[in-house]
């Protein structure tokens, strides 16, 4: 029995990153696509198999680890342009803090690889930071913008077009030409002033470079967390998800779970290659290769006359890294859609989309050459090896998520608004 006197105890619940209302609940799931189903999986097992007989078991786990990625991110929604574009537009931080739990996954696997030069295949693992300065720059603002109008990044582009998201093929085309635009005048954007690149290995060791890039992620989480507490954004939107153990198979994943399984498979890139998980120099090669097969000689040009280029030209491109991972991520996407009933071709495309989602890719194609990576190359694949450079290229993205929320809506594309139910 209490005394009269005493306050009644008052528990204070804290949400960490509070939204106006509670997210929707999800429809229920659909049927699952047993005709993409089967497609997909027997093209799954005959490209695997074909790559690995004719081009070596490297290349053929390769492929496999695409198809994991593929089906990781399609099951977890797993969005950078999303990210950004709710950050930017209402201060929901959800997926910005599902990024950190990505890169401090992948970071803490790279590291741990490079330190150790521990690779399966006898190759020397490659750690070297990027250069700093204005092709990183220009380049990483002129590809969030065109990640914005083209509605994807460069995995969620692959993942798209895996699950039937007719409109992002338009993005990928878009893409590949911005990519040979580029190879195409590359003269035009070479000579710009840039500095070498700086690795925190070099000046604090590995274990101080995993140290410092986990410590500069949590406080990322924790800022994220008071912006969002502070603006008070509409939830993310949720998709149709399976429950139990079948969920695994049929979705949708806990965003955060598909961060780390997305981490551990870049950390899987670099044991099998030597090199960190890398998805836009593909289309540049897809578009040169293409060019030959029409007379045209793209080999000439000066970009394709440096060594690595030349060879990676003159190879199949199934001996090229990213293709492998590429294509492996459309036909994991493409599983998962038909395993979770999502898998469905669009066949209306309003044509203001169309236009944003080609300008799109050509912006993403030129930007991403421009700053020696994307989404994937640049940031996941920079800061998780600790160069500097990753970082830079995620401050100038920001800058770059900003202006294209401007131009979405001369194409008739939204952008969340804090009274939405959902963003």
């Not at 044509?351 to 991403?368: D, E, F, P, S």
Request: proline share 6%; net charge positive; glycine share 14%.
């Amino acid at each position: 029995m209490t005394s009269s006197l005493e306050l009644p105890r008052l528990r204070t619940v804290i949400t960490p990153a509070a939204t106006s209302c509670a997210a929707p609940v999800p429809e229920p799931q659909q049927p699952v696509r047993r005709v993409p189903l089967v497609i997909f999986g027997l093209l799954a097992v005959g490209v695997a198999a074909y790559v690995t007989a004719v081009h070596g078991l490297p290349q053929g786990l390769l492929l496999i680890i695409g198809i994991g990625l593929g089906f990781a991110l399609f099951h977890s929604r797993f969005g950078f342009t999303s990210a950004w574009r709710q950050l930017i537009a209402v201060g929901n931080g959800q997926g910005l803090r599902a990024h950190a739990l990505l890169l401090g996954t992948a970071a803490t696997l790279v590291m741990l690889i490079a330190a150790n030069g521990w690779t399966l295949f006898g190759s020397t693992p490659s750690a070297n930071p990027g250069q700093i300065g204005l092709p990183l720059f220009v380049g990483a603002a002129v590809f969030a913008i065109g990640m914005q109008l083209g509605g994807a990044c460069a995995s969620g582009t692959l993942f798209a077009v895996g699950s039937g998201q007719t409109s992002i093929v338009i993005t990928l085309f878009g893409f590949i030409v911005g990519s040979v635009i580029y190879t195409a005048g590359y003269p035009a954007f070479t000579g710009w002033p840039q500095v070498p690149g700086v690795a925190l290995s070099d000046h604090v060791g590995w274990f101080g470079a995993w140290a410092i890039t986990i410590a500069a992620l949590v406080i990322i989480v924790v800022v994220t967390r008071l912006v969002q507490r502070r603006r008070n954004p509409p939830p993310t939107d949720v998709v149709p998800t399976a429950h139990g153990l079948s969920r695994i198979v049929r979705g949708s994943w806990p965003i955060l779970a598909g961060a780390v399984v997305l981490g551990v498979l870049a950390g899987a890139v670099f044991l099998v290659s030597g090199g960190t998980w890398g998805v836009t120099y593909a289309f540049g090669l897809w578009g040169a290769k293409f060019l030959q097969l029409f007379g045209f000689q793209p080999e000439l040009w000066t970009f394709w006359q440096q060594p690595a280029n030349a060879k990676a030209l003159a190879a199949s491109a199934w001996q090229d890294k990213t293709t492998l991972t590429d294509v492996g991520i459309m036909i994991g996407a493409g599983i998962a859609a038909a395993a979770a009933g999502a898998w469905k071709l669009h066949t209306r495309i309003p044509w203001r989309t169309a236009v944003a989602a080609l300008l799109g890719g050509i912006l993403m194609g030129i930007g991403a050459r421009l700053a020696g990576g994307c989404n994937i190359g640049a940031y996941l694949g920079g800061i998780s090896r600790g160069s500097l450079h990753g970082w830079l290229w995620a401050v100038f993205a920001l800058g770059g998520t900003w202006v294209g929320l401007r131009l979405r809506p001369l194409f008739g594309l939204g952008n969340p608004k804090p009274n939405d139910s959902i963003c």
